[in-house]
């Protein structure tokens, strides 16, 4: 049976560990933080102890099985969606992560939990600048256009975006009337691009009325 000890040691370490992610997504104002992240991982340690030390004649992995079940249900929460946009995805897999974390220092892994907490420190803070360095940055437009309903105006706006260099990300329509449709795009803009310019550019296309900037 596990000291006393061990088990406080183990939860202080998982405490630790985690309270450093929970620290960066709480800096960047992420919807589960400092705190979301330190019980994640304690509840995950704890856990792991149980299912290790509490039932030695049973399969020590069956409820460990579960918390990886349960993490996803609290990373769930933390993302959100609207008709043009996810968010929250990072840090509902920080969450999913943090829960291995703890469950590794449960089960008395302290090595694997250390490095595993320092990868994921380094894909949170420098993975953006990496992004930057060596494939360039990019912004997000979303606009709304109101095209004329008919065959072929889609693919005009298409060749104007490539002719750019720009990606369609997310595209959608909504008819208005028999003659008119509302399109909905988001893009993603390489850096040397301006949204001025795709917006000058797509105006100039006959079949599109209306641009909104969202």
């Known amino acids: 049976m596990i000291q006393e000890l061990e088990i406080i040691k183990r939860l202080i370490f998982s405490l630790i560990l985690s309270g450093i992610i929970g620290w960066e997504r709480e800096k960047e104002e992420k919807p589960a933080g400092f705190r979301t992240h330190i019980l994640v991982s304690l509840g995950s340690t704890l856990f792991m102890i149980i299912s290790a030390y509490a039932f030695p004649n049973t399969d020590p992995t069956r409820i460990a099985a579960q918390v990886v079940t349960g993490i996803g249900f609290i990373g769930a929460g933390t993302i959100l969606r609207n008709e043009y946009s996810v968010k929250g995805l990072t840090t509902a897999a920080s969450i999913w992560a943090v829960s291995g974390i703890g469950m590794a220092v449960g089960a008395g892994l302290y090595f694997p939990a250390v490095i595993t907490t320092l990868f994921i420190l380094a894909v949170l803070i420098l993975a953006t600048k990496l992004e930057k360095i060596f494939i360039g940055s990019h912004r997000d437009l979303i606009l709304k256009c ?13 060749t104007v975006l490539g002719e750019l260099k720009v990606n369609i990300k997310q595209i959608g329509l909504t008819s208005i009337n028999e003659d008119m449709a509302e399109l909905s795009l988001i893009l993603r803009l390489p850096s040397k691009i301006k949204k001025e310019e795709i917006i000058e550019r797509l105006s100039k296309i006959i079949s599109v009325k209306e641009i909104e900037v969202l």
């Open 146 to 158: 109101k095209i004329e309903d008919k065959p072929g105006v889609i693919g005009e706006i298409g």
